[in-house]
């Protein structure tokens, strides 16, 4: 279908290459900063140095993931002008706008205010500390919803005029480009990945930290936050993918029909949960399938006609003219399956530790008060599960760690080698978007160059949060758990020598 290392070829390598390694940090940015948050204000309401210093904890986590989402996202703005020039200035005018407010507007409140929150621990009043760290998560939404608004209308053009003289696509719309239907499920399917992510990684660090009795208090607190996020975020993930999955039905019926790998259309169309064999000539020798299952999926109706890969293509050429607008049928068909198959995996590993987590089965002790003992339970600040309950579900949640981080990454295959052969659906074939004047051997340097900076920003990324996360939460110290009362540190601090000055 593509010819082989050519420059059309090498240049959706490098982007896929660095956007797929960028997208890793995303949801977990967004997730981590909301669940930072939570637990800040946990510590704001209640007192208790467990929450304190959980939030340290988990937010010198959140700083590094933020600082290697920076480094890795600038990369892709630089792609559009090297790699793909044409496509920069077709479609520059629409594409720019949501690019440039998620710039000036939410990436300013990322960068503001996560400075202040770093360098304001000592010098801000404990409530304005924990504004800051809000409007971080607040920034964060933002900046995914700008980026989502600008690939859903690669997705599904709207507000738009062709400006023919010019040869380009103009804006007419900025409102219906950022406020259509594919962006709406498009973000919420996107948040709620994000928080399942999020609880994961809560889960899962806290996991090992428990298995070795370990900052227990802290880590119990953790390992309920991140199980009830997994749980929460996979539902919300199964109800926004449902709803994602009817959109593209309607505006992108090959790529739905390529992820079930359906090659003639048909009444009660089933979803095949495992098939093995060619699925891309659709002869499978084995398959397990739900009857009417892609039906529903794709209506709300176990009957509804389905149409295939086959009819759908004739249906293309018909519209758009004679080409071959099929994907590569294996990765849109296996690359659904593993973002589903991971996915919930977490959350079924979630929902089984809230309840091997529950109050039940919480040891009991007895306390002392006078010369008598009371028997109680309570949920111990110092002891974890019963071992028989809870030891061989420890390495389980470890290993969950991962799984909506792979989830995440084969979703984003899905969703852009799915629309292929299109760069901006119906409109601008991906052939026609690259640069003209790059050369082969050009291309195979950047890839080659962009490749081994990334293997050693992975390396510079493990060894972090190994460290970080073996240290454990810090120790509070007395500035600690008495912070300012005004902005800039209290009147007794007035000698303190400056950090800062101009």
């Not at 804006?171 to 996107?190: E, I, K, P, S, Y």
């Not at 099929?326 to 979630?350: D, E, H, L, N």
């Not at 111990?380 to 390495?395: I, K």
Request: charged share 15%.
């Amino acid at each position: 279908m593509y010819l082989a290392l050519a420059p059309e070829t090498l240049a959706r390598w490098q982007f896929g290459v660095t956007i797929v390694y960028h997208f890793l940090f995303v949801p977990l940015t967004i997730s981590l900063a909301a669940l930072t948050a939570g637990l800040q204000t946990a510590w704001v309401r209640t007192g208790k140095e467990k929450y304190l210093r959980a939030t340290k904890f988990w937010g010198r986590l959140f700083l590094i993931n933020v600082a290697m989402g920076v480094v890795t996202g600038i990369v892709q703005e630089f792609q559009f002008g090297m790699n793909w020039s044409a496509y920069s200035r077709f479609v520059g005018d629409i594409f720019g706008a949501p690019l440039a407010f998620e710039s000036l507007l939410a990436f300013f409140f990322e960068s503001t205010f996560i400075g202040l929150w770093i360098f304001g621990w000592d010098r801000l009043p404990k409530r304005i500390h924990l504004a800051c760290i809000w409007i971080v998560a607040l920034g964060s939404i933002l900046s995914a919803y700008f980026i989502l608004a600008a690939n859903s209308w690669m997705q599904h053009p709207v507000g738009y005029r062709i400006n023919r003289a010019r040869g380009r696509a103009e804006l007419t719309d900025f409102g219906r480009v950022l406020t259509q239907n594919t962006v709406v499920v498009q973000v919420f399917h996107t948040l709620s990945a994000a928080l399942l992510t999020g609880g994961a990684f809560l889960a899962g660090i806290a996991a090992l930290h428990l298995m070795r009795k370990r900052h227990i208090p802290v880590m119990k607190t953790s390992l309920r936050l991140g199980l009830v996020a997994i749980v929460v975020g996979g539902l919300l993930t199964a109800i926004s993918g449902d709803r994602l999955g009817k959109v593209m039905f309607t505006q992108q019926p090959m790529k739905m029909a390529a992820a079930e790998a359906l090659w003639h259309g048909q009444h009660a169309a089933p979803f095949s949960v495992f098939a093995y064999g060619d699925v891309s000539k659709g002869r499978n020798t084995v398959e397990l399938s739900v009857p009417g299952l892609l039906s529903f999926l794709a209506h709300d109706d176990f009957h509804s006609y389905v149409p295939g890969i086959d009819d759908t293509n004739k249906a293309e050429q018909r519209r758009f003219g004679p080409g071959d607008y099929r994907p590569i049928i294996p990765v849109t068909f296996w690359a659904f399956r593993w973002m589903i198959g991971f996915g919930m995996a977490s959350f079924a590993i979630g929902l089984l530790g809230l309840w091997l987590t529950r109050e039940k089965f919480m040891l009991s002790e007895r306390l002392r008060v006078g010369e008598d003992e009371v028997p109680r339970l309570v949920l111990s600040e110092n002891r974890v599960l019963a071992p028989s309950y809870t030891a061989w579900y420890w390495r389980i949640a470890a290993l969950t760690l991962a799984f909506p981080v792979i989830a995440n990454s084969w979703g984003w295959i899905f969703t852009e080698t799915g629309r292929q052969p299109w760069v901006v659906y119906g409109m601008l074939e991906t052939r026609h978007a690259v640069s003209p004047s790059v050369s082969q051997g050009e291309v195979i340097a950047s890839l080659a160059l962009f490749t081994l900076l990334y293997a050693i920003l992975a390396v510079i990324e493990v060894k972090l949060l190994v460290k970080y996360v073996k240290a454990g939460p810090p120790e509070l110290t007395e500035d600690d758990l008495n912070p300012p009362t005004r902005i800039g540190g209290d009147s007794r601090d007035a000698d303190r020598p400056m950090t800062f000055s101009y």
